[in-house]
Every structure is written in C-alpha cells, then in structure tokens.
C-alpha cells in the first residue's frame, strides 16, 4: 500500500476523481445518474478494466490498486465508485476465475475497455441474506439452459450488458444445485421490471430484473455446474474489498469537508477545529479511516497473494462501513445545521454511507463470516 507504484496511481487517480468526478456528484445525486460521458471517461482512463489481465485488454492490475482506485472515485462520487466496483469484482472477477478460455476471450476485452458494463444477479424478492434459498430455474434443455426468474437489488442493472447470474439448475432447497451462469442482457426475455428509488448512491442504478424463458448457451457456465454457491461466495468474498474501499472514500470525503470547516467556521471568538469537542471527534474520524485503510490493504494483499482472505475481507467491510457511517454522521455533527442541507456535501455523504451496511453482505453477516473463521479450528 505504501509502495512508490501504489502512491503513484493513488495520485493519479486522486487527480481524476478531484477534476472530473467530484465536481458531478451534487448533480449525480439529484439527477439520479451518472452521466455517460463520465462513464466514458472512467473507461478511458481504464478504470473498468484496472483487473482484467493484459491478455484480454485489461491493465493486469492486482487487487490492491483496484481498491485504491474505487476508493479515490468513490471519495468524489460514491456511485461512480460503485459502478466501477460492482463491474470490476462482482462481473468480471468470477469471469476471470471461472470462465473457459472462449468465454474470458468473448466477454473480458469488452468489459475491459468499458464498452460492456457488467452486474451480477444474485439476491432475490426473498433470497437476500440467505442467498441459498433462491429460486430462479436453469433447466437443462441439452445445449442450452432456459433461464426463469426475478433478480432484486441488481447494481448496474440498467447500464449492464452482461450479468453474472445465479440459478438452480436443480431444484434443491440448500445451495447445492445452484449454478452460475454468464447471460447477455440484449438476449430475449431479460427485462428490467423497476429501478429503485433510494436513500443514497442515487447515481447508481439499483434494478429487480426478470429472466423470462432465456436461452443460456451451456458454454456460458461458469465452473462446474451445481458450483454456483462457492463462486458465488468467492466472488463476494472479492466484492466486500471493493465496498469496503468504497465505504472508505465516502468516508474520507466527509472527513476532509469536515476537517477544513472546522478551521473556517468561529463560534465563541475561534475556529471550533479549536475546541477540544470537535477535535476528539476529528481525532477519531482520522483513526477509523487509518485502521479501515489498513483492514483493506491486508485483504487486498492476501487476495493477491493467493492466501485464504475471507475473514479479512469481512472485517474491512464492517469496519469500514460501520465507520463511514459514524463518520459520516459526526460530519454532519460537526457542521451543525449546515451539515443538515444540501448546501453542503455531508448529508450526501451520510446518505451514500449507509447502503455499505448492507449490498454485498449485512454487517451482521460479516460478523458471521469472521465468527465462522474464528471458531473453525474448533470444529
Ligand atoms: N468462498 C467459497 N465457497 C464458500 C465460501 C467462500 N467464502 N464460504 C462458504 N463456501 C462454500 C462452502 O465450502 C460450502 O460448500 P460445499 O457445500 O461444497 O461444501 C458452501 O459454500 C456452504 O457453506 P456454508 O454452509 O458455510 O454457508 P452458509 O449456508 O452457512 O452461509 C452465508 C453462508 C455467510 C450466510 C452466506 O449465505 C452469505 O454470505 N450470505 C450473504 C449473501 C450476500 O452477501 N448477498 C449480497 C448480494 S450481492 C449484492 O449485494 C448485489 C449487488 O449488486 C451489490
């Protein structure tokens, strides 16, 4: 994290998110979306495909400078950061994990270069927490499978081309007979049924898909079949850095606005940055973001190693989403009435904070996630 080449990028991306990202996200909040020609721009500039090796087009990055680029896009725009992040390591990843040369080849150059954008179909009307339970049928039909169902919660479902997708392909009540399958959303019987309206990260779209009698070539699964549930978990255990690093950046943003105010705005004849009140809490917004920081960078590097990363992945995304919110929610502490209205960036922040809470896995499932590797040499 601290390395010459890992400080490089987080300048430059700094540099990008400061001139070309922040300056939108009043406006991508209150429009409700991120306009395309950002989007374009953060392809350009290879954002999108930051993991994707060279070989399908990609900038072969780790996953350590993948989580300092969604941090530094999300300290600017917190939809952007996720628009990035769930392309990146809900979509592409379990493609580059599991999916056949022909596939990697057909969908990993375009997803590189931002041309396809990617989400992935997990969670349903009522399969949330327990992904397990899911409902939606692949059924054999020789070379094909022919996909029914309802997806919830899908980020990027109005952007995506490609959707990494969860199914049974045998009807069990547990995990085992799920699936995982690539399915291009230009094919017939995919629908978007709604897009949500929500507290926050208004830029990104949040959408409850439809699968309706969709033909699924069998090359487009992924792994092995009746696999799904691992790859599904494995994927997440990647997509929780990436939140974690989002939750990060938002955090930082309040942090920073917070911080200057307080040496601006005089009350009782001072700066309140001068009151001991303001700077306890300064002191600890400033150490929640260190240990988050660090949470991270040891996930990413045991990811990047290869090593079991599981619990620490869990661990970054609680610990950094539960401190963007009380980070968040302190700014706005600290601004006061100001902090209240949207004159003033925070109460963004505080909204956009909250969903890091919950997408890719509640904090009470990290807390179970941890708990299960803790006690496991008990077992
Ligand atoms: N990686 C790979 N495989 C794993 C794994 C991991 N991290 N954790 C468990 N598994 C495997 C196990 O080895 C086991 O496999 P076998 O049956 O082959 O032995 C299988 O998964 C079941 O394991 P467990 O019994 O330990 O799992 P569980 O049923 O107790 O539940 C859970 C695990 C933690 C509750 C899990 O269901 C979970 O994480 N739920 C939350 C789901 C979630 O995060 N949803 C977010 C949706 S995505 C989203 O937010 C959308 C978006 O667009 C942002």
Known sequence: MHSPEYKELRELVAKFSDAEVAPLAAEIDEKGKIPESLVQKVAENGFMGSYIPEEFGGAGMDYTSYAIIVEELSRGCASTGVLVSAHTSLATWPIIQYGSQETKA??????????????????EPDAGSDAASL?????????????????????????????????????????????????ETAWEGFSIQKAEDKLGIKGSSTTQIVFENVKVPKENLLGKEKKGFSIGLATLDGGRIGIAAQALGIAEAAFRYAKKYSMERIQFGKPIGDLQAIQFILADMSTKIAASRLLIAEASRLKDLGEPYS??????????????????????????????VKEYPVERHFRDAKITEIYEGTSEIQRLVIAANELKEYR
């Open 106 to 123: 057909k969908y990993l150059p375009k997803m590189a270069t931002g041309e396809w954008v990617g989400c992935f179909c997990l969670s």
């Open 311 to 340: 619990k620490e992945a869990a661990q970054a995304k609680v610990f950094a989403s539960e401190s963007a919110m009380w980070i968040t929610t302190k700014a706005i502490q600290v601004l006061g009435g100001n902090g209240y």
């Open 135 to 183: 409902t939606t049928y692949a059924e054999d039909k020789g070379d094909h499978y022919l996909l029914n169902g309802t997806k919830n919660w899908i980020t990027n479902g109005k952007e995506a081309d490609v959707a990494v997708v969860f199914a049974k392909t045998e009807k069990t009540d547990d995990h085992k007979g799920m699936s995982a399958l690539v399915v």
